[in-house]
Every structure is written in structure tokens, then in C-alpha cells.
């Protein structure tokens, strides 16, 4: 069983900026694809951003060059930095990771920005 906690979510104004962190716990975290999801209101969850092991990144199209994931494997966490967020990032979002082909995540941090 793999466990992730999620944080730092909150309101914030257009233009503005957020950073979510993930604790990740029950497995080994370094030789680990970790990611983003998140899931706007009355849609379906949606990727965001991934790191692999190797700090390869990928982003969906939307949040290039406004969002950044990173990890830090010495403390179990991962991050989302978000920049430039505009209303249509409000959403639910949600780190999660696999383990033998089982997709884990955590209970998701509500992210809302106003115009």
C-alpha cells in the first residue's frame, strides 16, 4: 500500500501563485513516476504534470511554463509549483503514484482561483 497526503491548496487570486506538496508514505519513493492530477468541477480528472524517477518531467498543454513539478527524494515529498494561475485552474487536485500497476492517491486539495 502506497499512502500520499496532499497540501497546500487554498484561494488565490488570478495572477497568482500556489505550491502543493505530496507526502508520500508505504513503498519506496526514489525509483518512483510521481504526478498530478486534478479534476474540475463537474468534469473528469485530468493529468497535470509527472516526474519520473530519472527528474524527467512532462506537462500537459495547459500549464506549461506556468506550473513545475519537482520531487525531493530524501524527504518522501513531491511538488506543483503554480504560477500565472488564472480561474480554469480551479479544481481538486490530486498526487498520486503506481505500484505493480496500481494507481494510489491521496484525497486531493481544493486549489480556487478568483477572478
Known amino acids: 500500500q502506497v499512502q500520499l497526503v496532499e497540501s497546500g491548496g487554498g484561494l488565490v487570486q488570478a495572477g497568482g501563485s500556489l505550491k502543493l506538496s505530496c507526502a508520500v508514505s508505504g513503498s519506496t519513493f526514489d525509483d518512483k513516476t510521481m504526478a498530478w492530477y486534478r479534476q474540475l468541477p463537474g468534469k473528469q480528472r485530468e493529468f497535470v504534470a509527472r516526474?519520473?524517477?530519472?527528474?524527467?518531467?512532462g506537462y500537459e498543454d495547459s500549464v506549461k511554463g506556468r506550473f513545475t513539478i519537482s520531487r525531493d527524494n530524501a524527504n518522501r515529498m513531491f511538488y506543483l509549483q503554480m504560477n500565472s494561475l488564472n480561474p480554469e485552474d480551479t479544481a481538486v487536485y490530486y498526487c498520486?503514484?503506481?505500484?505493480?500497476?496500481?494507481?494510489?492517491w491521496g484525497r486531493g486539495t481544493q486549489v480556487t482561483v478568483s477572478s
Open positions: 516526474i519520473f524517477s530519472s527528474l524527467v518531467t
Open positions: 498520486t503514484t503506481w505500484l505493480y500497476g496500481t494507481q494510489f
